[in-house]
């Protein structure tokens, strides 16, 4: 991913909060051709590192040709706007104001036991708020070895990250408030987060 230096980060605080805001993200490969397929994401963080795990469906082209080793292209996208130029103070192009992250790396598949702890951390992340939560250890042994079969996960190993945060920060003071002001304004929820973002720097 291109990010000019303006825009790019190296905060690892936030590249968790876009990956853990932004979970269903898409898992990319070539190999033998290009593919793309959405899919939900936990970050495990070690002692002095982290990883990426996730899973797919068994039926899925991914899932028929990926093996160890082979590198894949984690694309999370976080809150992003439009910016009209018509809130510039001179004439200039319009844009738009995001966060990003990318992640390049090597895959590892799961084996059973760590397939089902994946699915245990996943559910239990999502289900913990609802108001019966329908945890895995909640389901039938037979049920969960059931769904299983058709799913394929992996984790991925970072070997490259790219995280680019975007808020105008080429504009004037001028336009920069006025941005601000407008994206306040507006109905759409990501445009007032990007508003909240860029009053933080």
């Not at 795990?53 to 809150?79: M, P, R, W, Y």
């Not at 070895?145 to 984790?155: L, Q, S, T, V």
């Amino acid at each position: 991913m291109y990010i000019p230096k303006i825009y790019r980060s190296e905060d690892a605080e936030l590249m968790k909060k876009i990956i853990s805001e932004n979970a269903f993200a898409l898992l990319i490969s070539d190999k033998e051709k290009i593919s793309a397929t959405h899919s939900m994401f936990l970050l495990n963080e070690t002692e002095d590192d982290f990883y990426l795990e996730t899973h797919i469906s068994k039926a899925n082209f991914q899932a028929k040709v990926l093996k160890d080793g082979d590198e894949v292209l984690c694309d999370f996208l976080g809150a992003h706007s439009y910016i009209s130029s018509s809130w510039y103070e001179k004439t200039n192009v319009s844009t738009w104001n995001y966060e990003a992250v990318q992640i390049r790396g090597k895959v590892k598949l799961m084996n059973d036991e760590e397939l089902f702890q994946h699915l245990e951390k996943l559910t239990f992340k999502y289900e913990k708020t609802q108001k019966c939560p329908m945890l895995v250890e909640k389901m039938s042994d037979d049920f969960v070895k059931k769904e299983m079969k058709g799913a394929f996960g992996i984790h991925i190993f970072p070997t490259e990250i790219f995280i680019a945060n975007k808020l105008s920060q080429n504009r004037n003071k001028l336009d920069f408030e006025n941005i601000i002001l407008n994206l306040e304004q507006s109905n759409n929820e990501s445009s007032k987060e990007i508003a909240e973002k860029m009053k933080m720097i």
